[in-house]
C-alpha cells in the first residue's frame, strides 16, 4: 500500500478555477452559457486555412525561442500604426502561449520571494495565484461598484519600498472600464520616481466601444520604459482555445523575461504563428472588432432594458457585469447558481474576483455569442 507522499502545498488557498466550476454546472444543466470569456461562433475561415497551408508548406517543427520572426515584424508595425511607439522586432517583441503564459513569466521573472505586487481588484484570477507561487505579495487595491474608477490617491498609498510591479488590465475583466488618457498620465507620473516594472494586461486592445481609445501603456514615452504589454491573438480573432498571444517591452526587460519564457515553453505553435503573420497584415482584421463587439452589447443591453437588472454600458472588453441588488438579497455565487439551475443562464459572480470575495451582488455576463444564443438568453433574463 502506498502512502500519500507529504507535501506543503505552495497555493494552499487555491482551488479550481470559477470558470471550470460555473462552465460544468452549465454543461450538466444545458444552460446558455455566458460564462466563460469565449465566442460561440467561428474564427475567419482565411485565417484557418493559411494554419492549414503552413502545416502543407511544412511549417511544423520548432519555431524559434522568441518567435517567428516574420510574426514578430507584424506585431510591431501593428503597434507601430496603433500606438506610434516601435518595438524592435528581434529585441522587445515574444511570442507566447496566451497571455497567460506572458503574465505567468513575467511574473515569474521579476518577483522574489517577500516583493510586493499592487492587484487592482476585481481582478482577473491568473495575477495573484502567479504572485504567490514566486513567493511575493499581492498587495490588492479594491475599487468599488460605483464606477470601478480607481482613486489614484488611494493607489499611491499602497506603494512601499518592497513594491516591485504594478499589474493593470485595460479595457478591465470584469468591470469593462477602460482608462483614459489621464489615468495612464497619472499612473505614469507616479511611477516616474520609483523602479517599479508595469505589467499591462492588454487582451482587449481592440474591444474599445463608443470612439474611445484604447490606452496602451507604450503610448507614454516614461510609462513604455518600464512596461511589458501582454496581449492575446484569442480574444482578437475569436480562437481563445488556440493559446497564442505575445508580450512587447524594452530589451532589456525582454531578455530578462526570456530567460523563464524559454524554459517554461521554449517556443509556441509555429503553423499559427505563420498564419497570423500574414493575417496580420490587413488591419481590417482586427480593427473591425471595436464595432462587432458594438453592436452585440448595444443589442445585449437594449434586451435588458426593461428589467431589474441595474448597468453601465460596458466600455470595452466583451462582458457585461449586471446589478442584481433590485432583484434578490442573496449571495451572488447562490444567485449565480440558481440561474443556471432553475433558469439555465450561466454567468460569473463577481465576488470571485474581489478582494476577500467581497459580495457586491453583481454578476458578469460574456456577450461574445451568436446573436441567436444571446436572443435565447434574453428571453430569460428579461422575466427578472
Ligand atoms: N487577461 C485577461 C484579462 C483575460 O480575460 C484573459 C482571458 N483570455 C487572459 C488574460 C488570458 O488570455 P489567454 O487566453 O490569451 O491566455
Ligand atoms: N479570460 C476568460 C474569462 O475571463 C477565461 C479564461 C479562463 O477560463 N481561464 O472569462
Redo the contacts with the bound molecule.
Sequence with gaps: MSAMVPYISKLPNVQT?I?TTVGNLARTHGAIDLS???PNFEADPQLISLVSKAMREGHNQYAPMHGYYGLRAAISKKIYNQHNHLYDVEKEITVTVGATQAIFTAITAFIRPGDEVIVIKPA?D?YEPAIEVNGGIPVPLQLNKNGYIIDWDVFKQKITPRTKMVIINTPH?PSGRIFTKKDMLTLQEILKPTNIILLSDEVYEHIVFDGQQHESACRFHDLVQRSIVCASFGKTFHVTGWKIGYCAAPAKLMQEFRKTHQFAVFCVDHPKQRALSTYLNSEENYLKLNSFYEQKRNYFLKGLSGTNFKFTPTEGTYFQLLDYSNISDEGDEGFAKRLITEHGVAC?PISSFNMKHRDDKMLRF?FAKKKETLSKALEILSRF
Design positions: 478555477t470558470f466563460q470569456g469565449f482577473y491568473c475583466n460569473i460574456c
